[in-house]
């Protein structure tokens, strides 16, 4: 019995040890089970916080690399002035009363030479490069094609304020092609007039539409009220900002390749049935090699010509010499008869584009060197 009592006490103590065995196991694995976990929630946040960090930057990335790039400017810029820039003053050897010369760069027009450039002047038909942009930004190119019947009141407008026409006949089919050509080499009025009723129903709705693009580039000192350039006292501009439409028509593939086209001949019809043979103005008046001796040779591309009394003659031009730097100069109010002599304006001052203005001489034309002489 005494035994049996013994028995049962060592039992009962082993069974206390056991459970206080397993009870202190169990803490242990608890722990040691807690600590894992702890450890491994740890690692999953590091992870998760690795792999947000990596999305993030993939994200960015993503952002950064589908992010439009810069996106040249719609219009060209005003030029600038610097210490650089030559006031040509009264200097005999620039006959014009308003003279801009530029050199263009991707960062901006660097203004190299310039007489009054701001002030208003009469554009004449150098109006005509804001007719072109004016008409192409309102019918596209698409419209090359679309034939127009010479209407014989414009023929007949234009002939009674003595402007020049570019021999159309009333009735006859002309295509836009033929017309943008009509305008820009010999300075057709009535093609003008014809393209502007055309694109805008008639002269006065287009002169309104040249006026909100000019609102558009900024320019201050230009107000349109016809599409040819005929006198008129508020039709003005300035050569600083007939620079800036010029620049802008370049921008157009289709507006260069007409102002830099010396001889187009229009669509055979039966009132001509050789076409018309139309000559440029500008590039009939130059004989090309005037600048070649300058230390930076140049060579004069295209441009438009200008002429009312009250205006004087005037010439827009762009020219590059062999590195492809681009020039432009602007002539205004040179004497009033004597076309040649904005030529030699014009030439005159591209030579101050690699020469000191005290170095320079003026160049002079003579038509008898001009085979092709335009004068209209």
Known sequence: MA????????????????????????????YAGKSLLDGRSELIQAEDSEQEQQVTAAVTTAVTTTTEPETEPPFPPAPERSTETVALGDTDKILARNAVLLKVTPEGNEILAERDADEQIYPASMTKIMTLVTYL????????DDVLIMDADVIAAQRAQMAYTAGFEPGEACTVTDLLYAMMLPSGADAAVMLATHAAGSEAAFAEQMNALAAEMGLEQTHFVNCTGLHEDDHLSSVNDIARILLYALKDPLAEKVMSTYRHTTTVTPQHEEGIELVSTTLSRLVGNELESLSKPLHLIGGKTGYTNPAGQCLATWAENADGEMFVSVIAGSTALKPLDAMGDTLTLYQLTCEPLDSIERITLDEADLPDYVHN
């Open 3 to 30: 035994k049996q009592k013994k028995r049962r006490s060592n039992a009962a103590v082993n069974l206390v040890f056991a459970l206080l065995l397993t009870g202190v196991i169990g803490t242990g694995l608890f």
């Open 137 to 144: 930004k309102l019918c596209g190119e698409t419209a090359e």
